[in-house]
Nanobody, 124 residues
Framework: QVQLVESGGGLVQAGGSLRLSCAAS????????MGWFRQPPGKDREFVAGISRGGGGTDYADSVKGRFTISRDNAKNTVYLQMNNLKPDDTAVYYC?????????????????WGQGTQVTVSS
């Protein structure tokens, strides 16, 4: 069981950067694979990035690879998403998600716990 709270969203101009944080409540954070998803206006929720339990394995959507970096600090029960070179198409509500199984996936339905989301708006 884990509770997730995202923070760090906001309004930025194209080319700018943001770092999102996801704080987890609970004592079993290191047993969860973690993911970031986003939902643009009028579209379905989509995978952004995933990270393994220890942080050594990561995966990214093609649309963000090279621009976004996912990381985690298990001592602080926190996962991060560093977003650089932001584009207007990155505008979305960003969600942190936790999966109780070893392997992360790109399917939202495979994740067990979700944060409330944080809005990221990128202006042109």
């Amino acid at each position: 069981q884990v509770q997730l709270v995202e923070s760090g969203g906001g309004l930025v101009q194209a080319g700018g950067s943001l770092r999102l944080s996801c704080a987890a409540s609970g004592r079993a954070f290191s047993t969860y694979t973690m993911g970031w998803f986003r939902q643009p206006p009028g579209k379905d929720r989509e995978f952004v990035a995933g990270i393994s339990r220890g942080g050594g394995g990561t995966d990214y959507a093609d649309s963000v690879k090279g621009r976004f970096t996912i990381s985690r600090d298990n001592a602080k029960n926190t996962v991060y998403l560093q977003m650089n070179n932001l584009k207007p198409d990155d505008t979305a509500v960003y969600y942190c998600a936790a999966r109780s199984r070893q392997y992360f996936t790109a399917r939202p339905q495979d994740y067990d716990y979700w944060g409330q989301g944080t809005q990221v708006t990128v202006s042109s």
